[in-house]
């Protein structure tokens, strides 16, 4: 342990005075497979998307392997829920990327695009399209910053230390040494099967 | 790692609230619909959830801090690199919880100014020391067992932002949890030792865990706004009573004894004596166990815990240190770092 943890000094005076607003979010997406679609992985608050970017890569880009990342300013997000309120702002026309929920249990991943005037007329569009879903984005493609297809995001090195898989085997070992069967399915009850 | 039963909930209706309204939220509740921010909520409900969510956020990045001491003293590079990834967790999802604050009204500066200020709370078990690394372990197999058991019923809300990062957190404790699991499985197949380095070990922790659900329940509970409005789904006894039936067991199989202690203003163990009402009910299944001390508890939230200050003015020495960082990002004026 550190010297500072250690010895932290007894706060004196008032706190140093609030530096302007909260930082800005961004929406995260990474594409798991050479070709395959974008699917949500998160969000995070940065100044700009340059900060935005560098903290996905580190964050979401080690959460899972992935080839690529977008990232997107919440407000540039425009959907049928109640989170993203979408612009009816009409303008030249633009290339509108579409992302679907299909089912609560699911994530949003990217579609097809769709070239509009205003965000509404592309999600109407999209919803005509594809009615039969939880949720629909639309996003400017020119929104979205994206990594190069060649970028290297995951780190070549074993990281089954930072998932419950990477210990699930090892561990299932090490209980049956010392526990029945039943008691330990009973344990192994309330354990999040998902994520293993 | 923490969920946030311990948060001194206490939301009352307002007598002012639109019955109307108020009656077709209430039935889009019973109904299992989800709440979104900018729905019609009673004020109640929005100060409830924002007190909720906030405490939640607090109890993240506190929670780290602990643990964060362990880093450098980790038994094994593997033992290192899953310890930061698992604190660097802890951070992110106080992020999350912030950012689902932020959305019900209050800027997170506000929410850290307060939280070092002592304005807001964070969870109790986050006061109690961590002096050898079998309090690193029992930290990730007691407190994140505590967690998951608690967050899964959580994420049964009805607040859909809250509801949402629930589900996502839970994914990743259950890796901390995995880990914990891991750590103590080793701890008690090696050497007397180290058997005894756990035991201490959870001697310190099982009363904490226990606590971790919060006091117990009134006897309307049901019926008051907190479960009526689903910000929370399952009674604290109750979830108590389930880590005991799952971590009991298991504990004794491993080997460990069950103890009620006594403990020193150092949060350490200073008498014990084996838990003489910890038996199976053949007929029910539930495992008996004696209470937490209630008072301790009570002390705790006061402010009277081992760590409180410790926690708190870490906490301050942080802020402090990143001013310069946040002027450097949001005003473009960097200065000087503070001498370290």
Same mark, same amino acid.
């Not at chain 1, 005076?13 to 998160?42: E, H, M, R, W």
């Not at chain 2, 907190?226 to 399952?234: E, L």
């Not at chain 2, 006594?262 to 007929?283: C, I, N, W």
């Given at each position: ?196 | ?75 094994? $590079? ?33 929410? $850290? ?47 859909? !932002? ?143 815990? !081992?760590?409180?200050?410790?926690? $708190?003015?870490?906490?301050? $020495? ?23």
């Amino acid at each position: 342990m550190s010297k500072r943890r250690q010895n932290v000094p007894e706060p004196e005076g008032d706190l140093p005075a609030p530096v302007g607003s909260d930082l800005a979010p961004y929406v995260v997406f990474t594409q798991l497979k050479k070709d395959g679609p974008f699917v949500y992985a998160g969000w995070l608050d940065a100044v700009d998307a340059a900060m935005a970017m560098f903290f996905a890569r580190e964050h979401y880009g080690q959460d899972q392997k992935c080839t690529q990342i977008w990232t997107i300013p919440r407000p540039a997000i425009g959907g049928t829920d109640a989170d993203h309120p979408v612009s009816t702002a009409e303008g030249a026309s633009r290339t509108y990327r579409v992302f679907r929920q299909r089912g609560e249990a699911t994530v949003l991943s990217s579609a097809e695009t769709i070239d509009a005037t205003s965000a509404a007329v592309a999600l109407t569009e999209a919803v005509k399209t594809d009615p039969d879903v939880e949720v629909t984005w639309v996003v400017a493609e020119a929104d979205i910053a994206a990594t190069g297809p060649d970028d290297l995001i995951w780190r070549h090195t074993d990281q089954t230390y930072r998932l419950a898989r990477g210990y699930a085997k090892t561990v299932r070992e090490k209980w049956e040494r010392v526990r029945n069967q039943p008691a330990l399915a009973e344990y192994e009850k309330e354990e999040l099967k998902e994520a293993f | 790692m923490s969920g946030s039963s311990n948060v001194g909930m206490h939301v009352d209706h307002d007598l002012h609230d639109d019955p109307e309204k108020l009656a077709e939220f209430e039935s889009r509740v019973a109904d299992g619909h989800l709440i979104e921010h900018d729905d019609w909520m009673p004020d109640a409900y929005r100060k409830g959830m924002l007190k909720m969510a906030e405490h939640h956020a607090n109890s993240e990045i506190i929670g780290a801090l602990p643990e964060g001491e362990w880093i450098t003293r980790a038994p094994s $590079l593997r033992r290192k690199l899953a310890l930061t990834a698992k604190v660097q967790d802890e951070v992110g999802h106080g992020q999350m919880l912030y950012r689902v604050s932020q959305d019900l009204g209050k800027s997170r500066d506000d929410m $850290l100014r307060d939280l070092i200020t002592g304005k807001t709370k964070y969870h109790n078990v986050f006061n109690y020391p961590a002096p050898t690394w079998g309090d690193i372990a029992m930290i990730q197999w007691l407190i994140d067992g505590a967690a998951i058991m608690n967050q899964k019923t959580l994420a049964d809300g009805a607040f859909g !932002p809250y509801v949402r990062t629930m589900k996502r957190i839970n994914m990743e404790e259950a890796f901390h949890f995995k880990s914990g699991e891991d750590m103590v499985l080793t701890l008690m197949s090696g050497t007397p030792r180290q058997k005894k380095m756990a035991q201490d070990a959870f001697d310190r922790w099982w009363y904490p865990s226990l606590m971790f659900f919060g006091p117990p329940d009134k006897p309307d509970a049901e019926n008051l706004p907190p479960m009526k409005w689903r910000m929370k789904t399952v009674k604290n006894d109750e979830l108590r009573q389930r880590f005991v039936d799952r971590f009991a067991p298991a504990a004794l199989d491993l080997g460990f004894v069950i103890n009620v202690v006594e403990k020193d203003a150092d949060g350490l163990v200073v008498a014990k004596r084996p838990d003489e009402q910890l038996r199976q009910d053949e007929t029910t299944g539930h495992y008996a166990f004696t209470e937490p001390d209630w008072e301790e508890f009570y002390r705790v939230i006061r402010g009277g815990g !081992p760590c409180n200050r410790q926690r $708190l003015a870490l906490r301050r $020495l942080s802020y402090e240190q990143g001013q310069w960082v946040r002027r450097a990002i949001l005003q473009g004026q960097a200065g000087l770092p503070p001498a370290a």
